[in-house]
């Protein structure tokens, strides 16, 4: 089983820019959907954005699309998330995951089985 490993989050002020990487231990990304989610006290966990590491197609969240640019890192064996504009409410731990969904279930939770133990980040002033 993949072990995943998430970085990069922290304490950011509103309008700030973030980058969260995602590694996998002791394998490659290579056959895998890598998504990020991200879960806020007291709500569901929610997805965030995804990449298919063979093809390079990306998915966003409708509503975070025009903040996120989500890219593979082939030299660092990673996937990196990048946040602009954040804002408070961006507030959550960010978790990494990877699985093999179709392209219709790529936006789904259900669809990844590897989970990495989270990030914390908080946007505040």
């Known amino acids: 089983q993949v072990q995943l490993a998430e970085s990069g989050g922290g304490l950011v002020q509103p309008g700030t820019s973030l980058t969260l990487s995602c590694v996998p231990s002791g394998a490659t990304f290579s056959g895998y959907t890598v998504g990020w989610f991200r879960q806020a006290p007291g709500k569901e966990r929610e997805f965030v954005s995804g990449l298919r590491w063979s093809t390079g197609a990306t998915y966003f969240a409708e509503a975070l699309k025009g903040r996120l640019t989500i890219s593979k890192d082939y030299a660092r064996n990673a996937v990196d998330l990048q946040m602009k504009s954040l804002k408070p409410e961006d507030t959550a731990v960010y978790y990494c995951?990877?699985?093999?969904?179709?392209?219709?279930?790529?936006?789904?939770?259900?669809?990844?089985?590897?989970w990495g133990q989270g990030t914390q980040v908080t946007v505040s002033s």
């Open positions: 995951a990877t699985g093999r969904p179709i392209t219709s279930e790529a936006t789904k939770a259900r669809a990844y089985y590897n």
